[in-house]
């Protein structure tokens, strides 16, 4: 076992050396505050403090995990061996920069603690956290820096057994809207066929007239397709219901709909899902509770596992509404507008809730990929968006970490603006799972 002698022992403390060292690196360890214990340690061990107690393997440390407050930290990005650094050191320690700090600054989304400009819908932009402005955004980088660690540790002592990580691959699948025409009711499908022939939109009213009189499929009927490239490929997936009330931003089927009961009970049966908390319940209290209630009595299972719509997220305040209504396991940590690693890490961890100074039991669940961004936000043809989602994937698999994709159903529909896209998700499956 590993000894680590650090001057204080502080929540954060416990919370980023479970996360190295136990998680990553996967080796066991203990942490203690004790010198005599540390320099009568025979075994492997090393420092984390302002200065070694002697010539043992020493971490030079920063403030950050010794501080209770939150506040703004000077931070000077450079580059280490390839990978962008910050919270340099100067002195004898075995790293140029804390390492553990750095990674503690990233997973536990500090910068979002900090004042910011919100965008339209509330969220923390992309284009202002450190990883976007100092292009280390579609870099694991804590990843990254836990496999540099193990190296670090190996060498020195070359006894300790670490446990072995493997690659995985989940694809998730958002509903945000079961079907573009059929099961939406008479006042909903009235008002979408009179907006479609005020817009001369012949093309709609086709679509809509041959959904409804079943000659045709729906188009976001895509399940049968999806579970087809499933059972191909052998992939893991997880699908998230939106059953909240109907508003601008939430415009699924109604919840009560048979024909989306019926749905969701299949998909149920053979597959992991979760909630996608409504934009609305956000704000509305008591919203979330409803739709978790709803989901569990037409599975007639525990509902645990949730991704918010639109990934509106506000911390910590999101993570603790989720918390109070039992969910578990929450899989929003990804940013809309661009792709890549929002926490910096490609691996499932402990929401740290800074305001409380506390590791919580809300398991986090970061994605790399979603389809909307590579599309709507980024904008990119389909050969960069498989590129760019290939070296993702890439990326996750040197670390040995879990790639998790975000698509919806009617993202896989080859209709409108997703017409020839599915070659975007083949491939990601395809992909993704022959590694």
Known sequence: MLLIYTRQLTPRIHFVFELLLKDLVGVTFQL???????????????SYSNSPLENELFFQSVDLLFENEIKNQNIEVFEWNSLKSFYKITTSSVLPFDVFAASFYLVSRYEEYLPYTSDEHGRFPATRSLAYRNNFLQQPLVNQYASELKKILKEKFPQLVFAEKKFEFISTIDIDNAYAYIGKGLYRTTGAIARSVLKFDVNDLKLRSSALIQKSADPYDTYSYYFQLQSQYNFKSIFFFLLGDFTEHDKNLPYSSKRFQSLIKSIAAENEIGI?????????????????????????????????HFLKMQLPETYRQLIAAGITDDYTMGYAEEAGFRAGICSPYYFFDLKKNEC???HLHPFAVMDA?????????????????????????????TFISL???????????????????????????SL
């Open 32 to 46: 203690t505050t004790d010198e005599n214990q540390f320099r009568n340690y025979e075994a492997p061990k090393f």
């Open 276 to 308: 996608h908390p409504s934009y609305s319940s956000n704000n509305k209290a008591g919203q979330l509770q409803k739709e978790i209630e709803r989901l569990k009595n037409i599975t007639g299972k525990p509902v645990t596992k949730s991704r918010q």
């Open 360 to 362: 919580t039991n809300l």
């Open 373 to 401: 961004t590579l599309n709507s936000y980024m904008k990119l043809p389909t050969n960069e968006a498989i590129s760019l989602t290939k070296k993702l994937i890439d990326e996750v698999k040197s670390v040995n970490g």
């Open 407 to 433: 698509w919806h159903n009617e993202t896989i529909s080859e209709t409108g603006i997703w017409k020839t896209w599915r070659n975007v998700f083949e491939f990601t499956v395809k992909y993704a799972s």
